[in-house]
């Protein structure tokens, strides 16, 4: 529950559109600043307080409990919210460190949302957030959703404060445009913090040197660097008409492009993909697909949902959302010669890749289309067990009422947004699922993304 404000103090303006650019409205009230007590976390990085007029602030850079000066970034008089950073601290909060990264802060990179805060605090607040989507928008306490309100960090990522784990294997540079120098973008903005070195970066990321070079004429540059295998991988966007330069790094990379016209990932040289490893399996990723982007990630979500579904020999299991084929390969190997999987996915390049990756399961079939599309024309009926992993929005009512309708004895939800599976969570309920279980893992540290799994099953199972 938020802190009760001082009367005399909290939510006052401090001063008088201190910053605001020239030509903005009358009513804006960027560069405005308020001295106001902070409140609860809320979902997206930042934390919730209230000006003197009660007009809702979203502060970034602070931490529940905390006395600070907000400045305005975003809003106008009349709005429903104002977003703001926290420009002073004037009374800290004991889960304050001070940030390790010289490029976070308010006004600078917004790649971090929590540099400023000890590693455990990080944690409890996404637990937090968690919980807060969990009760407002499906209506379950935490046991009422099997979990014990823990958020657990990686292998080898619970670390002391001040210090950062070296996650990031896949990094998206943008390049400012007079300079050429790379660096990440500011929080909610296209301008670009030049950076010589991201701390979040894994060692294969970082050991490329793309900071130090000069990258005029390019918009964008992502560098990948695979788990498991050696593979290095750049991708770099032109801005229109430039043309693509040489480029030499401090270890060998392959290099792909986008092309101007179609927007597709084209080879200029190397491998075209990158090799990954999880679950005992290698697994082609081309094009720069998706694959998690924590080193420990994939084998982590594997065995959560694994150790969730407990697949038999012979079951036959859906895929969706299967990208490269991760959770498909690993149901293939669990349920045998006698058992199938179906994975949909809509990407084409990772269908490709899923393919490959699966070629040695004779059960396993890959279609390319959308869920809600392709799903239906299957004609499948009933099925044993279901893995979804859906984009951040979450798979919606419609996909859920029809897997509801399939009779899977459990189903693993794989959720990157706790409020999309909050939402999808409540749909299920109403198919007759429950909740049996529901883990989450600190995937991303330093930023406000959370990784959860939750394990469903149907309702009179659970009696």
Same mark, same amino acid.
């Given at each position: ?69 907000? +400045?305005?970034?975003? *809003? #106008?008089?009349? @709005?429903?919210? !104002?977003?703001?950073? =926290?420009?002073?601290?004037? %009374? ?30 990080? +944690?409890?607040?996404? *637990? #937090?957030?968690? @919980?807060?989507? !969990?009760?407002?928008? =499906?209506?379950?306490?935490? %046991? ?320």
């Amino acid at each position: 529950m938020q802190a009760e404000p001082k009367k005399s103090q909290a939510g006052s303006r401090t001063g008088s559109q201190a910053g605001a650019p020239e030509g903005s409205p009358v009513d804006s009230l960027v560069g405005e600043e308020y001295e106001v007590e902070i409140g609860p976390v809320a979902h997206g990085g930042h934390c919730i307080a209230r000006t003197d007029s009660g007009q809702v602030l979203f502060v970034r850079h602070t931490l529940p409990g905390e006395r600070v000066v907000a +400045r305005v970034t975003e *809003g #106008e008089q009349g @709005a429903r919210f !104002l977003r703001a950073d =926290a420009v002073e601290i004037l %009374e800290a909060s004991k889960d304050r460190v001070e940030a390790p990264c010289p490029f976070s802060g308010p006004g600078r990179c917004g790649g971090c949302d929590w540099q400023h805060a000890k590693p455990g605090a990080q +944690r409890r607040m996404k *637990g #937090e957030v968690i @919980a807060e989507q !969990l009760q407002r928008l =499906a209506g379950l306490t935490p %046991e009422e959703a099997g979990w014990d309100g823990t958020v657990m960090p990686a292998e080898g990522d619970k670390l002391p404060a001040g210090q950062v784990p070296q996650w990031r294997t896949r990094v998206q540079y943008a390049v400012d445009a007079d300079t050429g120098r790379a660096g990440l973008r500011r929080h909610r903005s296209h301008e670009v913090e030049p950076i010589d070195h991201c701390m979040i970066a894994a060692e294969g990321v970082s050991e490329l040197g793309v900071e130090k070079r000069d990258w005029s004429g390019m918009a964008s540059i992502e560098a990948i660097a695979a788990t498991g295998s050696q593979d290095r991988q750049v991708i770099l966007t032109p801005r229109p008409g430039a043309r693509l330069p040489i480029v030499e790094l401090d270890r060998p990379v392959s290099v792909m492009r986008v092309g101007e016209k179609d927007g597709g990932v084209h080879r200029v040289h190397g491998r075209p993909f990158v090799r990954e490893r999880a679950d005992g399996r290698t697994h082609r990723v081309g094009s720069g697909g998706f694959w998690q982007v924590h080193p420990k990630a994939a084998d982590t979500l594997v065995t959560a949902v694994m150790q969730g579904l407990l697949p038999r020999k012979g079951d036959t299991a859906l895929d969706l959302y299967c990208g490269v084929g991760l959770f498909a390969g690993a149901l293939a190997d669990r349920i045998g010669e006698k058992g199938a999987v179906l994975g949909i996915e809509s990407g084409k390049r990772a269908v490709e890749d899923a393919r490959h990756n699966l070629a040695d399961f004779d059960r396993v079939r890959i279609e390319q289309g959308k869920v809600e599309s392709v799903l239906p024309r299957t004609g499948i009926t009933e099925v044993d067990l279901i893995v979804l992993d859906p984009p951040r929005a979450g798979a919606g009512r419609a996909t859920v009422d029809h897997l509801t309708s399939l009779g899977a004895r459990r189903i693993a939800y794989v959720a990157c947004d706790p409020a999309a599976l909050a939402r999808d969570l409540g749909y299920f309920r109403d198919g007759g699922y429950r909740v049996r279980t529901l883990r989450a893992f600190d995937l991303f540290p330093m930023t406000h993304h959370v990784e959860c799994v939750a394990i469903l099953e149907p309702t009179e199972k659970g009696l």
